[in-house]
């Protein structure tokens, strides 16, 4: 699909009466701009990936800051002769273009369009030619997230019909195929298949391949730009699926990522954060609490001691957002789910000082606390997209909180059926044994109640994982004998193992000083 | 519309492909029909594939003018088989809301609402009014009563016989025959309860006897102690 360069092209005459309309000059080139291209041309050619590196990150931002505040940059067409008209570096320009544009401005229709069209030749580029470049894993992570990110912006977009103007509705009309959800995803479940990512991981745990341990980055005069959009591709899909509300596909496409360990996605903290997040969310929907629980706990732990080095970084702004719709996901979980022992100190003084009174609230289960399991849940849940092409028929309607409606409705709903749940957890920790007519009578309602509110706590309180297998998230449970509960008090495990191990070293390290202190 | 029986043998290979094109063609209109038909499948040979309905009904997101309301009716039942996994949900998700509005769907979340809330009795009452819906998936009966036996035994160490029988909607005779059935081949134990009628002893688990809760939190893998054999050494 070529890239349509319709307004870039137009004469002269088009464009000064543009130039008035714009109130900027698309092909006025300042010296520092033209600077830019030309080294950051040479040093893609030269593979130097530092130095791509630096010029993407704080170059970029700089001129950006000091020149493109409110206006796009240069046009493409206006830098291609310092460059050699090279097609592959105009590509990867255009594509910080419009990067900046959606992030300063308002992207037109048109723009949209235009964007998306640049996608496909670049990704067109990559998947069907060999490509000689090493890129920074910044950016190749910043090109998928920024792919799947203008998809959902044009969905939400496209869902807003209402005011539509003639020409908008005429262009969506023609231009049916622009981030059209079948494109998306097929582009990045192509980029997984072709670069083989699947297999390579497989094969480095076996020792046979190198991924993980050069971050992705090829040492033997290849290119790293498939394999890595590959792997980035795989935390694309999952941020699809989840905008769907397809939660089990998207924790599926992750598989061949141990998020238990370090890997490529930590090594950029956009990645890293995008990956835990929607972990975390798609595990929340699918009842997997304590799952949820502890990756949150981890990433919240980990942005907590590293967030001070990104400070100066474009990715700041995001780090925080992302930082406190996490906290509103894991006061979720565990109001929903309460455990002891799975969140750090550090993390849980946040947690109290942020949500300590809304989760109190929410425990309680009545009319204000769903109301605050509808603030949080809303304030951190993805923006769920309708994918489907919208309907042209009059009265042109905005549909574009739908999805997102009906993922809260079927959230709360969930909440709902746990609400008496609460009510029998008080009880079961204040007696070790108690008989089904008593606890009934205590909880003012009758037998067979109490029986069906016992079983759903059982069944609630005992997650089916990715296995299959039971697993007990209950931080009190019981058995019935006849009609006799016996509450059963869950004891803190002692880790004997790990304690004596870590004993070990740390006596081996003091010996060692001593020794050192009798040689000197 | 008159369907040539396919011999088991083809009835194999159509699913080996569906599970295929799930794996690696999943975000293409064409496999449509397939999937629909396998939905079919699913249901006459009693067998069932979650990501392949999943990838249906978000065939269906993308293009809804070409949903059937009859296979996404069939898909939930299926899902609500599945207990206590929690599929049916995962396809609810994927469901437009104006669709959900719908009578039969309405029926089946209220099904489903019973049964994650453990209200057994009150679910065989509404299936028993909706059978035309329950009836056209073979099997349902049985694999709810898998759930529901499941349930107890997450819950009950000893299960007084009319709670077992309203859980699982068995009585009298046929009662006494499941019961058998399961004291010969599931190790459960009948015992005469004192004085108010029989006491089934379901089969010991982790969830029931807390005491066969395996400490598996405190084993230490090998990756660990070899980190040491230096100092041991």
């Not at chain 1, 698309?26 to 030269?46: A, G, M, Q």
């Not at chain 1, 058995?479 to 004891?491: F, R």
């Amino acid at each position: 699909m070529a890239a349509n360069y319709d307004y870039d092209e137009a004469p002269a005459t088009y464009d000064d009466a543009n130039r008035q309309e714009l109130g900027y000059d698309p092909n006025f080139v300042p010296d520092s701009v033209k600077s830019f291209v030309v080294h950051l041309y040479r040093h893609i050619r030269e593979k130097n990936v530092y130095e791509i590196h630096q010029m993407y990150e704080i170059s970029f931002q700089k001129l950006s800051d000091r020149l493109f505040k409110d206006t796009p940059w240069p046009s493409v067409d206006a830098v291609a002769h310092y460059v050699d008209n090279d097609q592959v570096f105009c590509l990867l320009y255009r594509e910080m273009w419009f990067r900046h544009l959606y992030a300063r401005l308002s992207p037109t229709l048109k723009q949209r369009i235009d964007s998306w069209d640049n996608y496909c030749s670049l990704f067109q580029v990559v998947l069907h030619r060999v490509v000689n470049m090493q890129l920074p894993n910044q950016w190749l992570w910043d090109m998928v997230d920024e792919f799947v990110y203008q998809f959902q912006s044009f969905c939400q977009y496209r869902a807003k019909m209402k005011n539509k103007t003639e020409q908008e509705i005429a262009l969506l009309r023609q231009f049916d195929q622009a981030w059209n959800v079948y494109g998306v995803l097929n582009y990045l479940q192509a980029f997984v298949e072709k670069s083989n990512i699947i297999q390579i991981l497989e094969q480095e745990k076996e020792g046979i391949e190198q991924f993980t341990a050069t971050d992705g980055y090829d040492y033997s005069g290849g290119s790293n730009v498939l394999k890595v959009l590959g792997y980035f591709s795989m935390v694309g899909l999952l941020r699809v699926h989840c905008l769907l509300g397809d939660y089990q596909t998207g924790l599926k496409c992750l598989l061949s990522i141990d998020i238990n360990q370090q890997g490529v996605y930590t090594s950029v903290i956009g990645s890293h954060i995008t990956t835990i997040y929607h972990y975390g969310f798609a595990s929340l929907m699918m009842r997997r609490y304590v799952k949820a629980i502890r990756e949150f706990n981890k990433m919240l732990l980990y942005i907590y001691k590293t967030k001070q080095y990104h400070q100066k970084s474009p990715q700041y702004e995001q780090i925080l957002k992302k930082n406190e719709q996490m906290y509103a996901l894991l006061a979720i979980c565990l109001s929903l789910c309460p455990q002891t022992k799975l969140v750090e100190e550090t993390v849980n003084s946040q947690l109290r000082e942020k949500y300590g009174e809304k989760m109190a609230r929410m425990q309680r289960y009545d009319d204000e606390a769903f109301a605050i399991y509808d603030e949080l849940f809303s304030y951190a849940c993805p923006k769920f997209i309708t994918p489907s092409a919208p309907s042209f028929e009059e009265p042109l309607v905005n549909y574009n909180q739908d999805a997102y409606r009906l993922q809260l409705k079927l959230f709360l709903y969930e909440v709902k059926q746990q609400q008496l749940l609460s009510g029998v957890r008080t009880f079961l920790k204040v007696y070790s044994t108690i008989s089904l007519g008593k606890l009934a009578n205590y909880m003012e309602v009758d037998e067979p109640t109490l029986r069906t509110i016992l079983f759903s706590y059982k069944h609630k309180t005992h997650a089916v994982d990715s296995d299959g297998k039971i697993i007990s998230n209950a931080d009190v449970d019981f058995y019935i004998d006849d009609d006799m509960i016996h509450v059963v008090e869950s004891k803190p495990v002692k880790r004997f193992g790990d304690y004596f191990l870590r004993q070990i070293v740390k006596l081996e390290g003091v010996i060692n000083d001593m020794d050192r202190i009798r040689l000197e | 519309m008159v369907r040539e029986r396919e011999t088991p043998k083809q009835q194999q290979q159509v699913s080996y492909t569906v599970e295929q094109l799930v794996a690696v063609n999943p975000y293409n209109p064409d496999i449509l029909p397939d999937l629909e038909n396998y939905v079919n499948e699913q249901v006459s040979s009693q067998t069932y594939s979650l990501d392949a309905n999943l990838c249906l009904l978000r065939l269906y997101q993308f293009e809804p003018e070409r949903m059937s309301t009859q296979i996404v009716a069939r898909i939930l039942v299926k899902a609500l088989m599945a207990m206590p996994a929690p599929d049916f949900s995962l396809c609810l998700f994927l469901i437009p809301e104006r669709v959900q509005m719908e009578e039969q769907f309405k029926t089946l979340i209220v099904l489903s609402h019973y049964l994650e809330t453990g209200r057994f009795r009150q679910f065989w009452d509404e299936a028993a009014k909706n059978c035309h819906i329950v009836e056209a998936v073979p099997g349902f009966e049985q694999a709810i009563q898998t759930y529901a036996i499941h349930v107890l035994s997450l819950t009950y160490q000893k299960i007084p016989r009319p709670v077992l029988a309203e859980a699982i909607n068995i009585e009298g005779l046929s009662l006494d025959k499941f019961l058998e059935h399961q004291a010969a081949n599931s190790g459960w134990i009948l015992e005469k309860g004192h004085g108010r009628g029989q006491l089934i002893v379901l089969p010991r688990n982790e969830f029931n006897h807390p005491e066969l809760k395996k400490i598996a939190a405190d084993s230490v893998p090998l990756e660990h102690i070899t980190r040491i054999f230096p100092i041991l050494g």
